[in-house]
């Protein structure tokens, strides 16, 4: 078990004893920080891909800068998941 996965089941089992204290809030921080993480690696990786990489892959530039700029209560990765899915064979 990774030291993320171990501190996330940590919290997990504390939040679930003590609901609405301030490791709710705590827990909701991480989720944030990680989604922020996620993003930066999305965009550092994405954005190095030339058009016609991205569109391979069902993607455009705009796909990426919109799903990296959208709220962080929406997963920027599962955003660019639905984008692609839906534009396969579209092209």
């Known amino acids: 078990m990774t030291r993320h996965n171990a501190a996330q089941a940590i919290l997990g089992q504390a939040v679930q004893c003590v609901p609405g204290t ?3 809030q705590f ?3 991480l989720a944030v920080v990680h989604e922020w993480r996620t993003r930066r690696e999305i965009e550092r990786s994405l954005g190095r ?3 016609f990489h991205l569109r391979d892959v069902g993607l455009t530039k ?3 800068e919109a799903a ?3 709220s962080f209560d929406r997963s920027a990765s599962r ?3 639905s984008v692609a ?3 396969t064979g579209n092209w």
Request: proline content about 0%; charged content about 35%.
């Open 22 to 24: 301030l490791l709710d």
């Open 27 to 29: 827990k909701r921080l």
């Open 49 to 51: 891909l030339s058009n």
């Open 62 to 64: 705009f796909d990426v």
């Open 68 to 70: 990296c700029a959208d």
């Open 79 to 81: 955003a660019l998941m």
């Open 85 to 87: 899915q839906k534009r």
